[in-house]
């Protein structure tokens, strides 16, 4: 039986991948700060250990019978959405940054031989609309927007020189927005298609909606599943470098509340307010994760009509 670590298996995307490994067989022991918050965790074993702390990611990459693991997926990250990405830079860039440091530091010194890593977006520049889709080599010349993408690409730069001194294969996707039941919808650390399913879901029809911005930011949101099934197809391949990861069909904000208030049933006014945005326009093009054969499956309405139902069912319980 093949044997995974997932690092961040508490958050939105390390439980599905968890449910993902389990899938395809795996025995699966989940780390992370906290356990999942809305479902129990399927992985076989979970260690609540703090990542940022070296001798804890010692341990984490050693299996149960004291062995390196096979493979690693490390997703723990100080993440949030754009209102935590603008406010908490220091910690996003100090946390983030020790746990990548030490992870990939002690999974190539025990000997664990696939390691992936969960970049983003957020490496490449601001973007006007209508432009040209990047490909991955255009990361470079850098100049992310934020300092979570800087703090990502540096974690890139460290795995893919570890890949190179030691005997470990690095895998990297750049994930797009992603979203889907049992990520976080409320706190301040929630994404803007979680973040809009809420303000829609308590909502009157007929009703208003706040939105950050004018509205015209354009952004792809790719459905959980797709993510999962894109990872794993990523961590089994030869595709070295950054990869992107994520569905090819671009819409504004102002659309995606249309997309949520259609699934809602209900009328809503749009009221946009001030807030943090971020870059005005994200293109890019998935040649790469495309050549392994993976299609993004969910259109945004399909993805949506699994997803607001559950953020509904959370706001009608403890909103
Ligand atoms: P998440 O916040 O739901 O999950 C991250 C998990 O890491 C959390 O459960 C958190 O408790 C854990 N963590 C934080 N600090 C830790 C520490 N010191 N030790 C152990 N665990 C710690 O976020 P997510 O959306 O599941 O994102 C997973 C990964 O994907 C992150 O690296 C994120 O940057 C990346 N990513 C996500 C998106 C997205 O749209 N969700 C987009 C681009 C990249």
Known sequence: MKEALVCG???FIGSH????LKKEGYWVRGVDLKKPEFSETEADEFMLLDLREPENCERAVLSRRQKPF?????????????????SAECDIMRNSALINIHMIHSSANAGVKGYFFSSSACVYRDMQADEDELSEE??????????????????????????????????IARFQNCYGPEGTWRGGREKAPAA?????????????????GDGTAVRAYTYIDDLAEGIFLLMHSDLENGVNIGRQEYV????????IAEV??????????????????????????????WESEFSLKDGIKRTYPWIKEQVAKYG
């Open 196 to 212: 809009l399913c809420r303000k829609i879901a308590e909502a009157e029809n007929g009703g208003e909606v706040e939105v950050w």
């Open 264 to 293: 809602a049933e209900k009328d809503v006014k749009i009221k946009h307010v001030k807030g943090p945005v971020g870059v005005m326009a994200r293109y890019f093009k998935k040649d790469r994760i495309r050549s392994l054969g």
């Open 252 to 259: 504004t904000v102002d659309e995606l509340v249309q997309t």
């Open 9 to 11: 298996a508490g958050g």
């Open 138 to 171: 255009d990361a470079y010349p850098a100049f992310p927007d934020n300092e979570y993408g800087w703090e990502k690409l540096y974690a890139e730069r460290m795995a893919m020189a570890y890949a190179r001194r030691y005997d470990i294969k690095v895998r």
């Open 70 to 86: 096979e493979e690693v997926y490390q997703l723990a990250a100080d993440m949030g959405g754009m209102g935590y990405i603008d």
């Open 17 to 20: 991948l968890v449910k993902k």
